[in-house]
């Protein structure tokens, strides 16, 4: 590090770095392995339908468990992005709920927030005001429903609502992911 220099943020400081040598063209920065993972915990899952169950994402992926918490459905393959982190199982039951306040979890650090939906419907206004696509991403399942991914806008902490899937034939899964940096908060 050079300690003369630094850089301050909300956060605090943070070290500047200097290449030995002088580079040109592309330059590919490793992961920073002094980050120890965060361990995020959800809590206080619940819903105006069926309880919601919280799970691991791979166990939903190839046959190991179950999307929902009421039929047969699972992930053929996540993105590396997903996989192994913390998954909120709803009903399928449940996919024509139009209450605002259909979902509700408390996140313990600072997390993306990932939202599967079966693409073949359309968004509610709610996952339209607070989602974004997540770079294209799409997961397949085994009954071969394409599911987009959308992201939270920011990393979220605390109390998440989210509204019902306004009559859509297939409910959405969420997916919470924490942040690089969330272990500074655990």
Do not use: C
């Not at 605090?12 to 490793?30: C, H, I, N």
């Not at 039951?93 to 979902?103: G, I």
């Amino acid at each position: 590090p050079r300690p003369d220099l630094s850089v301050s943020t909300t956060d605090g400081s943070m070290a500047v770095f200097e290449s030995k040598r002088p580079a040109q063209g592309r330059v590919t920065l490793g992961g920073n392995a002094a980050l120890s993972p965060a361990k995020l915990a959800i809590t206080l899952a619940i819903s105006s339908g069926r309880a919601p169950v919280v799970s691991n994402a791979t166990d939903a992926d190839s046959g190991k468990g179950n999307i929902y918490t009421d039929g047969g459905d699972f992930f053929l393959g996540l993105p590396t992005v997903l996989e192994g982190q913390a998954l909120i199982r709803t009903a399928m039951s449940d996919s024509a709920s139009t209450d605002p306040s259909f979902l509700a979890f408390d996140l313990s650090l600072p997390a993306d927030v990932f939202i599967l939906r079966d693409n073949s419907q359309g968004i509610p206004a709610w996952m339209k005001e607070g989602y974004v696509d997540a770079f294209g991403l799409e997961v397949t399942t085994n009954t071969g429903k394409h599911m987009d991914v959308l992201k939270s806008r920011v990393p979220v902490r605390g109390r998440v609502t989210m509204g019902g899937n306004e009559n859509g034939p297939s409910m959405y899964v969420v997916i919470a992911v924490p942040t690089p940096f969330a272990s500074r908060w655990s």
